[in-house]
């Protein structure tokens, strides 16, 4: 039987758990608390909102197909506002912005591999990269964690084979929420160029990173572009979730290739999102700021309520970005927890389970809690409901 590619891979793991809430009521005095998924529930502030109102009527092009690569302004804006952040040398041309960083990751693969070839990813891995590599016929190579929740490049460089096309690192972290350490990243800029393999780096959630300064030194160096491809998202800076731009910083060349596969799957960015990014790059400096503020301090409450927990066998894994991933005290699998706490805690989450390989046992007694919709006082009810637990 000849199997698709799609068949190749598992079902999307937040679309899986949602399924969970079908039948489910709630008690008035405990309504759901959904922290299964790192997406703002809110919709972008207002002045950014009537920006897009005010393209969408008055800029006939933001209707039409526009480049492929992505607006010329938001690109060099991005290629500014990054060369600022890491003291470093980005240019335009080095740019290009996506349908979400999702398809900047997709378009990284395509560049970069053919069935058979190998992508190492730290484990646990955000489902989705394992994903795409699944339906592109890379295998994923799992580079198990330290207890600390960070990758260790010594492993890594044990890994590495002919096959190998590149290291995949996510930070701030999902699932663990861990930011790495400059050095940390650094070693693995130097281990893949050891190799002529690529290093993908996705800083999603960048801006809700607790450090001050630039998180690591890479676009500090002159040759970053033959070594270093960079993912980041508009999504979640901007409330964007539903507009997709992401975008990828990599060598001119590479993004030669990059323009042949954005081409054929979507011609170009939607262009009101893209308009929407720019407007936010240039006007929200300091309400994305309060953001980050709102952020840590949500970090902080979990960091408070978490005695809570520990008396009763919890243990905090990893924290920061939109996360903190939790081991549970349960016998049970967390993929038997997570589906049970809807129905004991109302509480929707993830378990461990879905960011590990299959056969792998190290997700059985963890959880990720994606707590950015939550303030300080939904955060203590989630850490309370948690504590009353008993059983499951």
């Given at each position: 039987?000849?199997?698709?590619?799609?068949?190749?891979?598992?079902?999307?793991?937040?679309?899986?758990?949602?399924?969970?809430?079908?039948?489910?009521?709630?008690?008035?005095?405990?309504?759901?608390?959904?922290?299964?998924?790192?997406a703002?529930?809110?919709?972008?502030?207002?002045?950014?909102?009537?920006?897009?109102?005010?393209?969408?009527?008055?800029?006939?092009?933001?209707?039409?197909?526009?480049?492929?690569?992505?607006?010329?302004?938001?690109?060099?804006?991005?290629?500014?506002?990054?060369?600022?952040?890491?003291?470093?040398?980005?240019?335009?041309?080095?740019?290009?912005?996506?349908?979400?960083?999702?398809?900047?990751?997709?378009?990284?693969?395509?560049?970069?591999?053919?069935?058979?070839?190998?992508?190492?990813?730290?484990?646990?891995?955000?489902?989705n990269?394992?994903?795409?590599?699944?339906?592109?016929?890379?295998?994923?190579i799992?580079?198990?964690?330290?207890?600390?929740?960070?990758?260790?490049?010594?492993?890594?460089?044990?890994?590495?084979?002919?096959?190998?096309?590149?290291?995949?690192?996510?930070?701030?972290?999902?699932?663990?929420?861990?930011?790495?350490?400059?050095d940390?990243?650094?070693?693995?800029?130097?281990?893949?160029?050891?190799?002529?393999?690529?290093?993908?780096?996705?800083?999603?959630?960048?801006?809700?990173?607790?450090?001050?300064?630039?998180?690591?030194?890479?676009?500090?160096?002159?040759?970053?572009?033959?070594?270093?491809?960079?993912?980041?998202?508009?999504?979640?800076?901007?409330?964007?979730?539903?507009?997709?731009?992401?975008?990828?910083?990599?060598?001119?060349?590479?993004?030669?290739?990059?323009?042949?596969?954005?081409?054929?799957?979507?011609?170009?960015?939607?262009?009101?999102?893209?308009?929407?990014?720019?407007?936010?790059?240039?006007?929200?400096?300091?309400?994305?700021?309060?953001?980050?503020?709102?952020?840590l301090?949500?970090?902080?409450?979990?960091?408070?309520?978490?005695?809570?927990?520990?008396?009763?066998?919890?243990?905090?894994?990893?924290?920061?970005?939109y996360?903190?991933?939790?081991?549970?005290?349960?016998?049970?699998?967390?993929?038997?927890?997570?589906?049970?706490?809807?129905k004991?805690?109302?509480?929707?989450?993830?378990?461990?389970?879905?960011?590990?390989?299959?056969?792998?046992?190290d997700?059985?007694?963890?959880?990720?809690?994606?707590?950015a919709?939550?303030?300080?006082?939904?955060?203590?009810?989630?850490?309370?409901?948690?504590?009353?637990?008993?059983?499951?």
């Amino acid at each position: 039987m000849i199997l698709s590619r799609t068949a190749a891979t598992f079902p999307p793991p937040v679309m899986e758990a949602r399924r969970w809430l079908d039948g489910v009521t709630h008690p008035a005095d405990r309504p759901l608390i959904n922290v299964s998924q790192a997406a703002p529930v809110d919709p972008p502030p207002q002045a950014l909102r009537q920006a897009m109102a005010d393209a969408a009527l008055r800029n006939d092009d933001a209707h039409l197909y526009g480049p492929v690569l992505g607006l010329p302004e938001l690109r060099a804006e991005l290629a500014r506002q990054t060369a600022s952040h890491y003291a470093g040398a980005v240019t335009a041309a080095q740019t290009c912005i996506t349908s979400g960083c999702n398809q900047a990751f997709a378009a990284a693969i395509a560049t970069l591999c053919t069935e058979g070839d190998e992508v190492i990813l730290p484990t646990p891995w955000y489902f989705n990269h394992k994903m795409w590599l699944d339906m592109s016929g890379v295998r994923s190579i799992a580079l198990p964690v330290r207890a600390d929740m960070l990758p260790d490049p010594e492993q890594a460089a044990a890994l590495i084979t002919g096959k190998t096309r590149a290291i995949a690192l996510v930070t701030p972290n999902n699932p663990t929420g861990v930011e790495y350490p400059s050095d940390l990243v650094q070693a693995f800029l130097d281990l893949a160029r050891k190799h002529g393999i690529a290093l993908i780096v996705d800083e999603t959630y960048r801006d809700f990173d607790s450090r001050s300064g630039p998180p690591h030194a890479l676009f500090q160096d002159p040759d970053w572009q033959d070594t270093l491809i960079h993912l980041y998202s508009f999504s979640k800076a901007y409330r964007l979730t539903g507009h997709r731009v992401g975008a990828m910083i990599a060598s001119e060349e590479r993004l030669a290739e990059v323009e042949k596969f954005l081409d054929t799957v979507a011609i170009c960015p939607g262009q009101l999102g893209q308009h929407a990014a720019l407007w936010g790059m240039r006007n929200l400096k300091q309400w994305l700021a309060g953001e980050r503020d709102e952020i840590l301090a949500r970090r902080a409450a979990i960091t408070e309520n978490l005695p809570k927990l520990t008396t009763k066998g919890w243990r905090l894994l990893g924290l920061g970005g939109y996360f903190a991933y939790m081991h549970h005290p349960f016998a049970k699998s967390s993929a038997q927890v997570a589906p049970a706490l809807v129905k004991s805690a109302s509480i929707l989450c993830l378990p461990g389970t879905m960011f590990y390989p299959a056969e792998a046992r190290d997700g059985d007694a963890q959880l990720r809690i994606a707590f950015a919709n939550l303030d300080a006082a939904g955060i203590a009810d989630l850490f309370d409901r948690l504590a009353a637990l008993e059983t499951l």
